[in-house]
C-alpha cells in the first residue's frame, strides 16, 4: 500500500479508479500485507513451531479466511457461527479451538459433534455442561481451562481480559479444582491451559508475567498439559507510534519459562495478522465550517466502523488522492450517524479537501467489518481483496432487501 505518483494504490490498482467501480465506503484488503504478516509470525515463533489459530473475530470475511487457511494457519473461534465459518472456508477442524464465556448447549453440542481439537472452557458450569453433552453422545471430548492469570497487560480497559476484575478464565483455586475433578471423568480429556491476557500489548513484560504464572501453577500440580494456548494480543501501530513489539524476547520468555513442559505452544492472533492489512475508503459527503474547526463529513459512518466509537480507538486519516495545498483549520473527520460519538479523528494540520474527494481510514483490517452493523437501517460496506493486482469481491454490498 503506498502512493505512486500522488495517487493512493494497493498493491497496483489505483484507488481513485477502484472507488470509481464501486460505491464509497468499502474495504480494501491487501493480500500481499497478509501474507507478509503470517509469513512475519511464523519466522518471529519458528524456534517454537507452534499452532497459529488466527481470531476470526478480528476478521469474518470468508475470502479472507479462505487465504489465511492456505497460508497455513487454523482458527481460534468464539461462536457456532465463527465455527461454522472456518470449517467452510477449509480449515482442519484438529486446527480448531473454540473460547468465550458464553458458550450455549447447541454450541458445545456443534463444536463437539465437528471433532474440533479443543474447547477451551472458561467456567466450572462449562466443564460439567461438556462433561453432560460427552456422556450423552457416549465421547471423550478434549478440552482446555482457560486460567486468569491477574496479569495487567497495561492496555485499555476495554480490552483487557487477564486481570481478576475480568470475566475471563478461572482463578489458581478453581482451576486446581476442576484440573482434578477431569482426573476422574470418564468423558473428559483435559488437554491445554489456555490465557489470555488482552489486546494491543506492546511491552514484554505483562507477557513474562504471565508466562511466570503459567510455570508456578503448572510446576505445582504436575500436570503433563498437551498444549499451553498462550492466546493472542500483540498491538500493532495505529497513529505514527515508534511501537513495535519485541518478537524475540517473547519467544525467550517462553522458552525460558516453558520450554521444559514439552508442551506444544497455541497462539491466537488476529490484530498483528491483518490489521493493517486493511483500509477503509470514504468519500467526504459535506464539509461544515464552523468558528474553531471544519466538519469533513463522511459517508462512512460508526456503524461501518465502530473502533472509535467504542474504544476511542484513533486510526490514521490519509487522502487518496496527495496535493500540496494545507489547510489553517482543524479538520474533525465525523459520519453521518445521528450519534455524537459517530466520529473518527481530529487533525490539525491536513491538506486541503473539497466536498467529494476520497479519505482513507487506515489499519481498520481487524475489528473493522467484523463489527460493523445496519444501525440507522444502513446498509453495510463492500470488502474488496487485492490479490496480485486481481480485484476479487470478498463480499458484495448489502442491500436494503438483505434486511428490510
Not at 11 to 40: G, H, M, R, W
Not at 294 to 317: C, T, V
Not at 322 to 327: D, G, H, M, T
Amino acid at each position: 500500500m503506498k502512493y505512486i505518483k500522488s495517487n493512493f494504490h494497493v498493491e497496483d490498482v489505483n484507488l481513485q479508479k477502484l472507488a470509481k467501480k464501486f460505491d464509497t465506503p468499502f474495504y480494501c484488503y491487501s493480500y500481499e500485507k497478509l501474507k507478509k504478516n503470517i509469513i512475519n509470525f511464523k519466522y518471529h515463533f519458528r524456534k517454537l513451531n507452534p499452532l497459529i489459530c488466527f481470531a476470526i473475530k478480528s476478521n469474518s470475511n470468508l475470502s479472507i479466511i479462505k487465504e489465511i487457511k492456505k497460508l497455513g494457519l487454523g482458527a481460534d473461534v468464539v461462536s457456532k457461527g465463527e465455527l461454522a465459518q472456518a470449517l467452510k472456508a477449509g480449515i482442519n477442524p484438529k486446527q480448531i479451538v473454540f473460547s468465550g464465556v458464553g458458550k450455549s448447549h447447541l454450541e458445545l453440542k456443534y463444536a463437539i459433534e465437528k471433532k474440533i481439537l479443543l474447547i477451551n472452557s472458561e467456567s466450572k458450569s462449562e466443564v460439567f455442561e461438556i462433561e453432560k453433552i460427552a456422556k450423552l453422545k457416549k465421547k471423550i471430548v478434549n478440552i482446555g481451562i482457560r486460567l486468569n492469570p491477574n496479569t495487567d497487560a497495561k492496555t485499555l480497559s476495554k480490552i483487557s481480559t487477564g486481570k481478576k476484575g475480568d470475566k475471563f478464565g478461572v482463578n489458581e483455586k478453581i482451576f486446581i479444582e476442576l484440573v482434578n475433578y477431569i482426573k476422574k471423568s470418564k468423558y473428559i480429556n483435559l488437554k491445554c491451559l489456555s490465557v489470555h491476557i488482552g489486546s494491543q500489548i506492546f511491552e514484554n513484560k505483562p507477557y513474562e508475567k504471565m508466562l511466570k504464572v503459567i510455570n508456578r501453577i503448572v510446576s505445582k500440580i504436575k500436570y503433563e498439559f498437551e498444549y499451553i494456548d498462550l492466546g493472542g494480543g500483540i498491538g500493532i501501530p495505529y497513529q505514527n507510534e515508534k511501537k513495535i513489539f519485541n518478537y524475540n524476547n517473547y519467544q525467550k520468555s517462553i522458552i525460558k519459562y516453558l520450554g521444559k513442559y514439552n508442551s506444544k505452544i497455541i497462539f491466537e492472533p488476529g490484530r498483528s495478522i491483518v490489521g493493517n492489512a486493511g483500509i477503509l475508503v470514504s468519500k467526504i459527503i459535506y464539509i461544515k465550517e464552523s468558528q474553531s474547526k471544519n466538519f469533513i463529513i463522511l459517508d462512512a459512518g460508526m456503524n461501518d466502523f465502530m473502533r472509535p466509537a467504542l474504544y476511542g480507538a484513533k486510526h490514521k486519516i490519509i487522502p487518496v488522492n496527495k496535493k500540496n495545498k494545507s489547510s489553517n483549520k482543524i479538520y474533525e473527520f465525523v459520519g453521518p450517524i445521528c450519534e455524537s460519538t459517530d466520529k473518527f479523528l481530529s487533525i490539525k494540520k491536513f491538506q486541503k479537501l473539497n466536498e467529494n474527494e476520497l479519505i482513507i481510514i487506515c489499519d481498520v483490517g481487524a475489528y473493522g467489518s467484523s463489527l460493523s452493523s445496519n444501525y440507522n437501517l444502513r446498509s453495510k460496506p463492500a470488502e474488496i481483496l487485492i490479490k496480485n493486482s486481481r480485484i476479487i469481491i470478498a463480499k458484495k454490498r448489502q442491500k436494503l432487501r438483505d434486511f428490510i
